[in-house]
């Protein structure tokens, strides 16, 4: 079937059971093909049939489910942002106004065990009601305050899917009920439940998992300064310019074809390409490379690049929204919206585990009051302390908080993961195939040699580039510009004739002269003394493109033509080999050109004179023997092979960040980012791993000890509201983990 693909944003999660819920809800919908919930996000990922399903049924089953769905109209915008962190002061406010009436109260409750006194009026001997009273009084504003937790938690329970605030909610819930059963038997004489009040509980867990919630969202901010830093990047207005006059305009309104005037120091606008002017401008924002690039009439500039010294006119290629940045956001939001395979051993254990917990919870407060004959408020301590410690909002954090650091910083790099599934498999890869040209090569050909036999090499330079700069081969730029670089300058040419797939020939101050390959040299009647020189000189340049120079019938010189290895191609393959990955060469080039390039590079494995759809039958072939294969290619050429092999890498300048071929995708045409990738990829999957130990060890120690374990073997026992505390810090302590990613050296 043919599926549409949408984001939501979702209202009302609270933890990994939440996500998990809205997922199974979504999955039993016959048109839905995928569904991902994104915890730190927020947001949906689904995938239906638009023929059976729309928008209005996704989001009413969503609510059906507890929740709240709302389409993302503007994914990917600055304007997403500020809702978040007015969020987070909402929730700051809530923890204020919570605490100015849990501190009076936790006074009131221990501070005469503490040895603080009180006064007369409200003492627990003197008078018991009016202390017990007054608790409640203090309590009810700070349930009013944490009322969300009650509308998030009883629906979720009532619906069959209980969630952490259905924790939050039944633990305090049950405290209050009965500490407001206390104080109604306090108030008729029964003086001995005036031991039987906690109130100071049900407010200071709700009090410190708001203080958990704000620095949680705090953190979890954080992880998202990557976005919002390219979201703020772009510029707001451009300068048009036509009838002679300029005009400041919103960039919504500027068009296609439109010419935009960009000052010094200016953000370029949008994508286009420059038509007069010249200037040099700063493009670290996409590729990451900090020299600012000269740009001339003819060259291509990018919406959110910094303008330098000069001015320049453009015009506009590109519309706004559809800009190379917009591009980089979408790939990036993209690759934290989905999730990487090791999540789904959080999911699976997140979606059985509050109805697990609540029954512990049961089970170990019914055990201590009805087999050890403890009293009910001692059970029902011990149960509440259950609810409320095992939260398993670490677990359903542990993998996306990694995920969103490191797609961010990556993007800083100039390095593009499609997806966290593509992050987490990067590392594992143990073979790398590589295109030649344009990969492992600067893609266009250098003058690599000259050999003169008559003459000097001036004169060579000359006779060539005069009949080059009459014919419209790719390689007569080259030729042309190498004799410029010399001083020397193109003669007049008559009697011009091209040779397909021979050369040129044409006639210079009266004398024939030839310029091409051997064959062409044979057909000419070369002397053989000449023919036997020429290809005797010529195998001291294996894999490189020849072009002989000759004045009549006699041989004056060669001119050797090769692609340049890039700088860091040597170093980056040394590397990959260091790290126990298998380097194999793919080339449309002869045999002698592959062999050239692959003996330069230590290359073993090559296969030289294939097509692009042969490319992707020779990563089939490596699949087959069983090997994880990387292909790295530009992106274009290489579309078959890339998206044959397990995880496509495009290297690119910026301009290929739409390519649907590519699973990751190097903005700067350096291989050594490649090595950065990899590093990058092995580092998040160890911080992942590290918050899903640290989150299952901290539920598999605390649960037992919450349920009283220790202390039926005499040790302590743990107070519900240090139960609080330690759940709402386990949760940031997960996000701060993930944050390490930020500031670790790769």
């Known amino acids: 079937m043919a599926t549409k693909e949408e984001i939501y944003a979702i209202s009302g999660m609270s933890c990994a059971a939440c996500a998990q819920t809205i997922e199974k809800t979504l999955k039993q919908l016959p048109a839905v093909e995928q569904a991902q919930v994104n915890l730190v996000t927020e947001k949906l990922t689904v995938s239906y049939d638009p023929n059976q399903l729309g928008p209005k049924d996704i989001a009413a089953s969503v609510k059906a489910a507890g929740y709240e769905a709302r389409p993302e109209q503007n994914s990917g915008k600055l304007s997403d942002a500020q809702p978040k962190k007015d969020q987070t002061q909402i929730i700051w406010r809530r923890f204020v106004a919570s605490a100015l009436f849990t501190l009076p109260l936790l006074y009131l409750a221990m501070g005469p065990m503490l040895g603080f006194p009180l006064p007369s009026q409200v003492s627990m001997v003197a008078q018991p009601f009016r202390l017990a009273l007054l608790e409640l009084i203090l309590t009810l504003p700070v349930i009013y305050f944490g009322r969300h937790y009650y509308q998030s938690g009883l629906r979720s329970l009532f619906k069959g899917h209980p969630n952490m605030d259905s924790l939050v909610a039944l633990a305090t819930l049950a405290a209050f009920a009965y500490s407001f059963a206390s104080v109604v038997a306090i108030g008729l004489g029964y003086l001995d439940f005036r031991h039987e009040l906690y109130f100071e509980s049900v407010a200071v867990i709700l009090t410190l998992i708001t ?188 993998t996306p908080t990694a995920i969103m650091v490191a797609s961010g910083r990556a993007a800083e790099l100039g390095i593009l993961f499609k997806g966290g599934d593509r992050l987490e498999l990067a590392h594992r890869l143990d073979t790398l195939v590589f295109d030649k040209t344009g990969t492992l090569t600067q893609g266009e050909a250098q003058l690599s040699g000259l050999k003169v036999w008559q003459g000097n090499e001036h004169k060579l330079l000359q006779l060539v580039a005069s009949l080059e700069s009459q014919a419209s081969h790719p390689l007569s730029p080259v030729l042309v510009a190498a004799a410029k670089q010399t001083g020397a300058l193109p003669l007049p040419v008559s009697h011009f004739k091209n040779h397909p797939g021979l050369g040129l020939s044409g006639q210079i101050a009266g004398k024939n002269y030839l310029v091409g390959n051997i064959k062409l040299m044979r057909q000419a009647g070369l002397l053989a003394s000449d023919l036997t020189k020429a290809e005797a000189t010529g195998t001291a340049y294996a894999g490189q493109t020849l072009i002989y120079v000759a004045e009549e019938h006699h041989l004056l010189g060669l001119l050797a033509l090769a692609d340049q290895l890039k700088p860091d191609s040597q170093a980056t393959l040394a590397q990959l080999k260091a790290l126990g990955i298998e380097v194999v060469m793919l080339t449309g080039d002869n ?40 292909m790295v290619g530009d992106g274009i050429n290489d579309a078959p092979a890339l998206a044959t092999s397990d995880l496509g890498i495009a290297l690119g300048t910026g301009t290929d960040v739409a390519l649907e071929s590519a699973d990751l995708i190097l903005m700067r045409p350096q291989l050594q980012d490649l090595i950065t990738a990899l590093k990058l990829s092995k580092k998040t999957l160890r911080v992942i791993k590290e918050n899903l130990f640290w989150a299952f060890i901290y539920n598999v120690l605390s649960i037992p000890v919450a349920m009283g374990v220790l202390y039926f073997f005499g040790g302590p026992l743990l107070n519900p509201m240090l139960a609080g505390l330690a759940m709402a810090f386990s949760s940031i302590s997960v996000v701060l983990n993930a944050l390490r990613l930020k500031i670790l050296r790769l």
Request: glycine share 10%.
């Open 211 to 398: 203080l958990g919630n704000y620095f949680e969202a705090l953190a979890k901010g954080r992880t998202s300064t990557a976005m919002t830093h390219l979201m703020s990047l772009a510029a707001k207005q451009a300068r048009l310019v036509g009838d002679n006059k300029e005009q400041m305009l919103p960039l919504s309104e500027v068009k296609v074809g439109d010419q935009l005037l960009v000052k010094p120091g200016e953000k370029v606008p949008l994508d286009g390409r420059i038509i007069s002017g010249q200037t040099s401008v700063d493009e670290s924002m996409l590729t990451g490379e900090s020299m600012p690039v000269t740009k001339a009439p003819g060259s291509p500039v990018y919406g959110a690049t910094l303008n330098g010294e000069g001015s320049f006119t453009m015009q506009v290629e590109t519309a706004a929204g559809h800009a190379v940045l917009d591009q980089i956001i979408a790939l990036v939001e993209k690759a934290q919206l989905q999730k990487a395979p090791i999540a789904r051993l959080a999911d699976k254990v997140s979606g059985i585990f509050v109805p697990l917990v609540m029954g512990l919870a049961l089970a170990s407060g019914l055990f201590w009051w009805l087999i050890l004959q403890e009293s009910f408020g001692f059970s029902l301590s011990i149960a509440i302390a259950v609810l409320v410690i095992a939260c398993p909002c670490a677990l359903g954090l542990a």
């Open 591 to 630: 045999a002698k050109t592959a062999q050239a390039v692959a003996d330069s590079l230590g290359i073993e494995r090559w296969i030289a004179d294939v097509l692009p759809d042969q490319k992707a039958q020779a990563i089939n072939q490596l699949k087959a023997e069983g090997k994880l294969v990387g």
